[in-house]
């Protein structure tokens, strides 16, 4: 038996979800295995984000049921699933744009309850994953580009050593080498300390290269599911988007 079949960090089992009435998720179940790092693609609309969503506890499904690490919590709300080692970092960064990087890291610490005195040990291991923002540590992020943007969000996901990371299209707004800064940290963290990834990422050969499986969504479902290799035909991935 795998790895991924006896604890999973994420299960999800027979979600729908919509708005308004209008059905966007239909019957969706996956698994992310602890330490897997799954890439999920489909095409604009097909209810990827909707999806990253139900499971942080952002947009409650209208049937179905998650289990973090193999617990099914009584509360699904984004505060009971950091505590459970879930972080989300949601899709256009969500950076308040008037604090500095420092006091952006400082909130989230404080609210994740982070004892004071451990502060700056999870500042600095977060520091030395993604050593650019030293450079702009000091600013306030409204000043700061879309990329740098991107990477305080991601850093600031880390800060409370999550044990899963749901990441929702991390290159929106950066150049393609900037992405690749960004997944090399990402895949080094699955390396070191074992974190599942769930990641919808647009850039499928980026993404491909560090996932161990892919999920394809069309419309609300998963339609397919392989490893990359099984994706690379680029007609195959054309018929999906
Ligand atoms: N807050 C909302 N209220 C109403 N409808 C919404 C809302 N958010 C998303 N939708 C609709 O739900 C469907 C799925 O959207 P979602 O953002 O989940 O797709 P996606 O696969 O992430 O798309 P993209 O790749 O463009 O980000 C779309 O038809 C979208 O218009």
Do not use: C
């Amino acid at each position: 038996m795998s790895q991924a079949q006896q604890r999973p960090a994420l299960e999800a089992i027979g979600i729908s979800a919509g708005y308004g009435g209008r059905a966007v998720l239909e019957n969706i179940s996956l698994t992310l295995g602890e330490g897997e790092i799954v890439t999920l693609v489909g095409h604009n609309g097909a209810g990827k984000s909707t999806l990253m969503r139900v499971l942080f506890g952002l947009h409650r499904p209208d049937a179905g049921r998650i289990r973090v690490f193999g617990q099914e919590l009584p509360n699904h709300s984004p505060a009971a699933l950091g505590a459970a080692g879930l972080a989300l970092v949601p899709e256009g960064r969500g950076v308040f744009p008037d604090l500095t990087v420092d006091e952006i890291f400082g909130l989230a610490l404080w609210a994740a309850a982070v004892p004071k005195q451990e502060r700056a040990e999870r500042i600095e291991e977060v520091l030395t994953l993604l050593p650019r923002i030293r450079d702009f540590r000091t600013r306030r992020a409204g000043t700061l580009s879309g990329g740098q943007q991107q990477m305080v969000s991601i850093a600031r996901a880390l800060l409370t050593r999550p044990r899963a990371l749901l990441l929702d299209e991390p290159s929106i707004g950066l150049a393609p080498k900037l992405f690749q800064d960004l997944l090399a940290p990402i895949a080094a963290l699955r390396d070191s300390r074992g974190i599942a990834i769930l990641l919808v990422e647009q850039n499928v050969r980026e993404a491909f290269a560090i996932s161990d499986r892919v999920l394809a969504m069309k419309s609300g479902a998963i339609i397919e599911e392989g490893p990359p290799s099984a994706f690379s035909d680029h007609a195959r991935l054309m018929e999906l988007f």
